[in-house]
């Protein structure tokens, strides 16, 4: 039987992260964006793996099929980032999204952060149902921390507090 392995990211993974990343933001949802305009993807450990901040890869039978991360934004915050599963992977038969939302939100109450933002755009709106489902509320743009790295593409914003663990 095949099954689902949620981990850290590690450097060998660098090629297959970029390789799941970006046929979903160009092809499925229009983005004219590259891994040149993306050097965190080149950069996950300096980037996210750093004070709270975490990265991890989802795995079906040793090939990459998702990923999920955490940047710390300082002040026991987080900024959700790079959330991404194949499409071949989606959905409640394999609960790779499930998985990955849960596990990093595991680490990131282990690791002392009480809240988390992330950005998307309008047009996720498959990521709007998985967000509101898993507790994250809608906020305004004028409510993210300073210290939240927005990204040109984002234009609907949420928040979650972490309960202590």
Do not use: N, W
């Amino acid at each position: 039987m095949s099954s689902l392995v949620i981990r850290p990211f590690v450097p060998a993974d660098e090629q297959g992260v970029v390789d799941v990343i970006l046929p979903i933001q160009r092809e499925e949802f229009g983005l004219a964006i590259t891994a040149d305009d993306q050097p965190d993807l080149r950069a996950v450990p300096a980037f996210y793996q750093t004070g709270s901040g975490e990265f991890l890869i989802a795995e079906f039978d040793g090939r990459i099929v998702g990923t999920i991360a955490m940047k710390d934004i300082g002040r026991k915050m987080g900024a959700l980032r790079k959330m991404f599963v194949t499409a071949e992977f989606r959905g409640r038969e394999f609960g790779v999204a499930q998985a990955l939302l849960a596990r990093l939100l595991e680490c990131s109450r282990a690791a002392g952060m009480r809240e988390v933002y992330l950005g998307t755009t309008d047009r996720f709106l498959a990521a709007h149902r998985f967000y509101e489902k898993h507790g994250f509320r809608l906020i305004d743009v004028a409510d993210l921390p300073a210290s939240f790295p927005r990204m040109a593409v984002d234009t609907r914003f949420y928040a979650l507090e972490l309960a202590s663990g």
